[in-house]
C-alpha cells in the first residue's frame, strides 16, 4: 500500500512521501529495537515524538511513522521527517489498536 492510503485513516502531520510503499509495521518504543528489527518499508507505531525517532527511520528505511495515543510532535521532529522523506501520522489509538489497523489496511 501506498503511505498516501494511510491519510484517510491517521491525522497527517507530513507527508513528503505519499508514493513510498509501506510493506509492514514495526511497534516499538526503544529505537535501538526498531534498528535492529525494523524491515525497510515498515511503519513505525510508536508513542516516541522526538527529532531522534526521524533518524531511526532514516536509518532503517522505514516509509512513516505513527505517533499514538495523540502524542504532541515537536516541531523540529515535523521538520526532520518532511528532510527525510519520512511521512508522519498521528492517532489518538494506542499502539496495540494502531497496529491492528495497519495490519488490517495491509490485508486489505
Do not use: W
Not at 49 to 55: D, F, L, M
Amino acid at each position: 500500500m501506498k503511505c498516501g492510503e494511510l491519510s484517510g485513516e491517521f491525522e497527517v502531520i507530513t507527508m513528503p512521501a505519499p508514493e513510498s510503499g509501506v510493506s509492514g509495521g514495526y511497534t516499538s518504543d526503544l529505537l535501538s529495537d526498531v534498528m535492529a528489527h525494523a524491515r525497510q518499508g515498515d511503519a513505525l507505531i510508536t508513542i516516541q515524538s522526538h527529532k531522534n525517532t526521524v533518524a531511526v527511520a532514516a536509518l532503517a528505511g522505514l516509509s512513516a511513522i505513527i505517533l499514538c495515543n495523540s502524542r504532541p510532535v515537536p516541531e523540529d521532529m515535523a521538520e526532520a521527517a518532511a528532510q527525510e522523506d519520512i511521512n508522519l501520522f498521528r492517532t489518538p489509538d494506542n499502539q496495540f489498536e494502531t497496529s491492528c489497523r495497519l495490519r488490517r489496511l495491509l490485508d486489505a
